[in-house]
């Protein structure tokens, strides 16, 4: 069975030794593969944890990202209601200024006339 699958696989390797040297690499195939298979293995446990651990970072960023914007939006929203308060606070200032040099011209006007 053997030198009919070395002639089928490989056309040009006839003779006494295909079945000897098909043997020898399956032998040294199996060899590789016994020794390359539990490192992939490893590889494999090793990149998947690191692929757990991704996730799970990206997901507490995800999740601190959530809780920064929010943060900005209050932040965003007191610094509006600050502002509007200030305008208020200006305008009152504003006003009560005018008032007072309304009066003290009204004063002056008075004073010189009287």
């Known amino acids: 069975a053997l030198p009919a ?11 006494p030794e295909a079945p000897a ?10 060899e590789v ?3 390359l298979l539990p490192a992939l293995l490893r590889d494999y446990d090793s ?3 690191r692929a ?5 970072t990206a997901r507490q960023l995800h999740r601190t990202v959530g ?3 929010a943060e900005l939006a209050r932040r965003q ?10 305008r208020d606070l200006t305008q009152g200032v504003q006003t009560s200024l005018e008032e007072f040099m309304r009066m003290a011209g009204d ?8």
Do not use: F
């Open 52 to 56: 757990q651990s991704a996730e799970e």
């Open 107 to 114: 004063l002056l006007a008075r004073s010189r006339r009287g």
């Open 67 to 69: 809780e920064l914007q």
């Open 33 to 35: 593969m016994g020794r």
């Open 21 to 30: 040297l098909v043997e020898r690499w399956l032998r040294e195939g199996r």
């Open 77 to 86: 929203a007191e610094i509006d209601r600050l502002q509007h308060r200030l």
């Open 47 to 49: 990149w998947k944890q």
């Open 5 to 15: 699958i070395a002639a089928s696989l490989l056309p040009g390797l006839t003779g």
